[in-house]
C-alpha cells in the first residue's frame, strides 16, 4: 500500500467514526485494522479532527497493546507476561527471545521477520509459560525451546 493509500485509509476511519462519543479508540482500531498498524506521520491528522495534541494521541497508542506504530513482521510473536506465565519462567523466555531477535516489545526486527508483543494472558495459564506465534500457541517453554521456535521459523 502505498503513502496515497494510507492517507486515504486514515481519512475513511477519521471520517466513519468522527461522530462518535469517544472517536478516537475506533479511529485508531479501524487504522490498526486496515493498515496492521498506525503510521506516525498520521498521528497529526487524527489529533487535529479530534482536537487532541499529538501527544495525547501518543498516549493512547502506547497504552493500549494493540495498537502499533509500525508495520507487523512476517511472524508475530506474543509472550504472556501475567501471573502463571511469570511464575513459571516468562522473564527468562521473554529476555532471551528480545535479545536473540535485537528488539524489545512493539518493535520488528531489522529484516522484517518478527514482532514482538506483550499479551497479559493467553488463557493458557494451565500450561505456562506460554506464547503465541501468528495464532498458534507454544505451551510449557523454555529459554531453549523457544528459541528453537526462532530458529524453525528463521529455517523455513
Ligand atoms: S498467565 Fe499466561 S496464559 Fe494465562
Known amino acids: 500500500m502505498n503513502d496515497e493509500q494510507k492517507r486515504l485509509a486514515v481519512d475513511a476511519a477519521i471520517q466513519s467514526n468522527i461522530s462518535l462519543e469517544g472517536a478516537l479508540l475506533p479511529i485508531l482500531h479501524q487504522i490498526q485494522n ?6 506516525n506521520q498520521h498521528v497529526a491528522d487524527i489529533a487535529s ?3 487532541l495534541s499529538r501527544a495525547e ?4 497508542i502506547s497504552f493500549y497493546h494493540s495498537f502499533t506504530t509500525s508495520p507487523h513482521g512476517k511472524h508475530v510473536i506474543e509472550i504472556c507476561r501475567a501471573e ?7 522473564e527468562k523466555i521473554e529476555a532471551a527471545l528480545k535479545h536473540k531477535l535485537g528488539i524489545d ?3 520488528t526486527s531489522d529484516d522484517g521477520e518478527f514482532t514482538l508483543n506483550a499479551v497479559y494472558c ?8 506460554s506464547i503465541k506465534i501468528n495464532s498458534q500457541m507454544h505451551s510449557r ?4 525451546s523457544a528459541l528453537e521456535l526462532i530458529a ?5
Not at 34 to 39: F, Q
Not at 57 to 60: P, S
Not at 122 to 129: D, E, V
Not at 152 to 156: A, F, G, P, Q
Open 34 to 39: 486496515d493498515l496492521g498498524y498506525i503510521p
Open 49 to 51: 479532527a479530534l482536537n
Open 57 to 60: 494521541v501518543h498516549g493512547v
Open 84 to 90: 502463571s506465565c511469570q511464575a513459571m519462567g516468562s
Open 105 to 107: 516489545y512493539q518493535q
Open 122 to 129: 493467553l488463557g493458557n495459564c494451565a500450561c505456562s509459560p
Open 141 to 144: 517453554l523454555t529459554e531453549e
Open 152 to 156: 524453525e521459523l528463521k529455517r523455513s
